[in-house]
């Protein structure tokens, strides 16, 4: 049984050349962008089909691509992240320590039981903006407590999916690697 000669361009070639690889010079400017890290908690995914009486009809991928273009403006980028899971968001807060710049939470529920996500979100060293679509003082007293407050630079609440692009712009203004707001 014969097989196909394989073909070594550099062996068949003497004039062939390897490809170039390009590595950035050290004197160019890092192309990275600033990361802003917008976490959503659980039941955050029905946006826009659970209770819309209470937290409106704008779905979480509405919100995701308004932060985004206010995060674009000022020279940053979004990472979204939603779970409904408490460790899911705990872990996404580890993860984002030296890689992002700074953090807009909406932790649903978990605002208001979740020690843990309080403990990991006092190990993030950036701004950290607190978002609720609702006004949880004007709902059950279970709501009127957040374990987040103590850690958040500002608190978002009863806006609607506005309020995370007030807090998106809130959180432009705390940066001093964006660039500034008209």
Do not use: F, W
């Amino acid at each position: 049984m014969s097989h196909p000669a394989e073909s070594h361009p550099a062996e068949s070639d003497p004039d062939a050349t390897e490809p170039e690889t390009t590595e950035p010079s050290p004197t160019e400017p890092d192309q990275t962008v600033p990361e802003i890290l917008i976490l959503n908690g659980p039941n955050l995914n029905l946006l826009g089909e659970r209770e819309p009486e209470i937290y409106g009809r704008t779905t979480l991928a509405d919100i995701e691509a308004m932060c985004s273009e206010t995060a674009a403006e000022a020279g940053l980028a979004v990472r979204c992240i939603q779970s409904n899971h408490e460790g899911g968001l705990i872990d996404a807060v580890h993860e984002a320590r030296h890689s992002t710049v700074g953090a807009i939470i909406n932790a649903g529920a978990y605002t208001h039981t979740s020690l843990a996500l309080h403990d990991a979100l006092k190990s993030y060293d950036h701004p950290i903006i607190e978002v609720h679509l609702s006004n949880p003082h004007a709902r059950e007293a279970v709501r009127h407590h957040s374990y987040l407050s103590p850690v958040a630079a500002a608190v978002i609440a009863g806006a609607g999916a506005k309020g995370y692009v007030h807090a998106m712009e809130i959180l432009i203004d705390l940066l001093p690697t964006a660039k500034a707001r008209p």
